[in-house]
Nanobody
Framework: QIQLVESGGGLVQPGGSMRLSCTAP???????????MGWYRQVPGKERELVAD???????NYADSVRGRFTISRDNSRKTIYLRMNDPKYEDTAVYYC?????????WGKGTLVTVSS
């Protein structure tokens, strides 16, 4: 497993914009680039769900609910992934978790709370 540290959560207004970041501070570059990285979210009483992920080949994949509004990207040189959240909606309120997976292994960050509210 690898250590993942999320940042950038907080309060955002509907229709606004927010960017989440996730770094892997203790992972070397040559290891980081082999991981598929992703963002998941969870609200109380519901299962954790995929928001978006991005392969080690830089191919993104999005949940239908966020496609066209959110953008996932990765900067391998910084061992960091991002989630740009444009036009957030009330239903995007959740704890967002960073995920790294490869070859049957999986690691999670501790999560960052995003609250969409006016």
């Amino acid at each position: 497993q690898i250590q993942l540290v999320e940042s950038g959560g907080g309060l955002v207004q509907p229709g606004g914009s927010m960017r989440l970041s996730c770094t892997a501070p203790r992972t070397i570059f040559s290891e980081f680039v082999t991981y598929t990285m992703g963002w998941y979210r969870q609200v109380p009483g519901k299962e954790r769900e995929l928001v978006a992920d991005i392969s080690n080949g830089n191919t993104p994949n999005y949940a239908d609910s966020v496609r066209g509004r959110f953008t996932i990207s990765r900067d391998n040189s910084r061992k960091t992934i991002y989630l740009r959240m444009n036009d957030p909606k009330y239903e995007d309120t959740a704890v967002y978790y960073c995920n790294a997976r490869r070859a049957g292994t999986e690691s999670w960050g501790k999560g960052t709370l995003v609250t969409v509210s006016s």
